[in-house]
C-alpha cells in the first residue's frame, strides 16, 4: 500500500487483503464479455466467479485480497495467486494488481512494466464505464510518472458515483485536504463519501477516516474515535494500521494511553508483512523485542508476555468454554483470531463458529463460512462436519 503523502499526510489510497479460502481453477478460465462489477455485487458472487474461472473476477478478487474491501482480511500471498491467473488469461486487472504487490516490494522496475501492460486495456475499459477499470486507471495516473492528477481526479469521482467503494474512500480523503487548483476543499462531501464507503467495509475507507479523526480533518479531533477505527483495520491484517496504532501505543501521546507491550506486538506485526517504517522502528528501538510474532499484543493475557501457541490456544478454549476462568467470549474471541489467521486449522475453526453464532463478535454468516472452511482446509474433521451440517444457512 502506498501514501500520498505528499498530499495527504497519513491518508492511505489504497491499501494492501482477506484470507480467501477457496482455490484457483485458472486452467478453465473463460472470458466472458460484458462482465462488469457494479454496487450490488457481493463478495461471495466475486468468490464464486473467479473459482469458475472468469479472468475479470479473479483480477477483482486479487484486488480486494490486497486492498481489504468488502471486510477482507489482507492476504497477499493469495492476492498476487488470483492476480496471476487473471494475468496470465489476458485481463488487466491481474496485471495492474501484480504492480501494486511489486511496488509494495520496492521493486519499481517490475511494477513499471505491469503498469504499462495494464495501462491500454485498462483505459479502455474505464472508457466502456467500468467503476473498477476506472479507479485503477486514476490511481495509475495518479502515481505513475507521467503522471495525470487531472485525469485521476475526474476517474476516482465517475468510479464513486458508480458506488466502487475504494474510490469513494480515495477522492473522499481527498476532499477533506483538497488539492490546490484542482480539487476544492470539501469536509462535508469527503466524510459523506468516506461513510458510504465505511458502510461497505473498505479497509480504505476505515483507515482514511481513522486518520481523518486523529489529524482533526473534517471531523472535530478525537484520538479515541481514531484509535477504534485504526483497530478496525488491525483485525483485517493492515499492516499500517498496524504500524500506525504501534507507534501511537508506544509513545502515548495526543490522549493515547502508553502501552509498550501493545505497540510492540502490533508493530512486529506489520513488520512481519515486510512494513518497512515498522523494520526501521523496531530496529531503531532498545529491547524491542518484547512480545511474540505469532499473536497480536491485544490477545496477550498479561503485559509484556511471551507465550507460545499452544498455551495461547488452551487459555483461548477456557474463556470459550468458562472451564477455570470466567467465560468471557470476547476475550477468547481475541485469542482464537490472530491464531486462526496464522493458520491453525482448530483457532479458525472456533472463529467460524463465533462468527456463525454471534458470540464475542458481531454475527458473519458468510466469514462464518469463509474461516469453517480454512479450518476444514487444513484438514480440521469437526469443520468439515460443521460445513456440512450448517449448510442450508451458507
Given at each position: 500500500m502506498i501514501p500520498y503523502s505528499s498530499y495527504l499526510g497519513k491518508f492511505i489510497i489504497f491499501s494492501i487483503t482477506i484470507l480467501s479460502v477457496f482455490g484457483l481453477h485458472g486452467n478453465n478460465s473463460v472470458l466472458?464479455?460484458?462482465?462488469?462489477?457494479?454496487?450490488?455485487t457481493t463478495y461471495e458472487q466475486i468468490v464464486d466467479k473467479a473459482r469458475l474461472g472468469?479472468?475479470?473476477?479473479?483480477?477483482?478478487?486479487?484486488?480486494?485480497?490486497?486492498?481489504?474491501?468488502?471486510?477482507?482480511a489482507v492476504n497477499i500471498g493469495l492476492s498476487k495467486e488470483w492476480s496471476l491467473?487473471?494475468?496470465?488469461?489476458?485481463?488487466?486487472?491481474?496485471?495492474?494488481?501484480?504492480?501494486n504487490l511489486a511496488m509494495l516490494k520496492g521493486r519499481f522496475e517490475e511494477a513499471t512494466q505491469y503498469y504499462q501492460d495494464a495501462a491500454l486495456l485498462?483505459?479502455?475499459?474505464?472508457?466502456?464505464?467500468?467503476?473498477?477499470?476506472?479507479?485503477c486507471m486514476g490511481e495509475i495516473d495518479f502515481q505513475v510518472i507521467p503522471t495525470n492528477v487531472r485525469r485521476a481526479l475526474d476517474f476516482f469521482k465517475k468510479s464513486a458515483q458508480l458506488g466502487y467503494p475504494q474510490a469513494q474512500a480515495t477522492i473522499g480523503a481527498l476532499y477533506l485536504k483538497g488539492l490546490p487548483g484542482l480539487l476544492e476543499q470539501d469536509h462535508k462531501e469527503g466524510i459523506s463519501l468516506l461513510s458510504k464507503a465505511v458502510t461497505q467495509k473498505s479497509l480504505t475507507a476505515r483507515f482514511n477516516l481513522a486518520m481523518a479523526y486523529y489529524n482533526g480533518d473534517g471531523v472535530k479531533q478525537?484520538?479515541?474515535?481514531?484509535?477504534?477505527?485504526?483497530?478496525?483495520?488491525?483485525?483485517?491484517?493492515?499492516s499500517e494500521a498496524q504500524y500506525t496504532l504501534g507507534v501511537m501505543l508506544l509513545e502515548g501521546k495526543?490522549?493515547?494511553?502508553?502501552?509498550?507491550?501493545?505497540?510492540?506486538?502490533?508493530?512486529?506485526?506489520?513488520?512481519?508483512?515486510?512494513?518497512?517504517?515498522?523494520?526501521?522502528?523496531?530496529?531503531?528501538?532498545?529491547?524491542?523485542?518484547?512480545?511474540?510474532?505469532?499473536?497480536?499484543?491485544?490477545a496477550l493475557p498479561m503485559s509484556g508476555t511471551t507465550i507460545s501457541d499452544v498455551k495461547l490456544l488452551e487459555s483461548a478454549r477456557k474463556y470459550f468454554t468458562g472451564v477455570g476462568v470466567v467465560k468471557n467470549y470476547k476475550r477468547a474471541?481475541?485469542?482464537?483470531?490472530?491464531?486462526?489467521?496464522?493458520?491453525n486449522s482448530e483457532a479458525a475453526r472456533f472463529v467460524g463458529l463465533m462468527k456463525l453464532t454471534g458470540k464475542g463478535t458481531d454475527k458473519d454468516v458468510g466469514s462464518a463460512k469463509e474461516w469453517l472452511s480454512v479450518a476444514a482446509q487444513k484438514g480440521d474433521s469437526i469443520a468439515r462436519r460443521m460445513l456440512e451440517e450448517y449448510k442450508s444457512l451458507f
Open positions: 466472458v464479455k460484458g462482465e462488469k462489477w457494479t454496487s450490488s472468469s479472468p475479470y473476477f479473479q483480477g477483482i478478487l486479487g484486488i480486494f485480497l490486497r486492498s481489504g474491501e468488502a471486510g477482507c491467473a487473471s494475468s496470465k488469461n489476458g485481463h488487466p486487472f491481474g496485471a495492474y494488481n501484480l504492480a485498462l483505459q479502455r475499459r474505464a472508457s466502456d464505464g467500468d467503476p473498477v477499470a476506472m479507479y478525537d484520538t479515541k474515535k481514531a484509535s477504534q477505527w485504526l483497530r478496525v483495520a488491525v483485525r483485517q491484517n493492515f495526543d490522549g493515547i494511553q502508553k502501552n509498550t507491550a501493545e505497540g510492540v506486538g502490533f508493530l512486529k506485526a506489520a513488520a512481519s508483512q515486510g512494513h518497512q517504517p515498522a523494520i526501521t522502528y523496531l530496529k531503531k528501538r532498545d529491547g524491542g523485542e518484547l512480545v511474540s510474532n505469532t499473536v497480536s499484543a491485544s474471541f481475541g485469542l482464537f483470531m490472530p491464531l486462526a489467521q496464522g493458520g
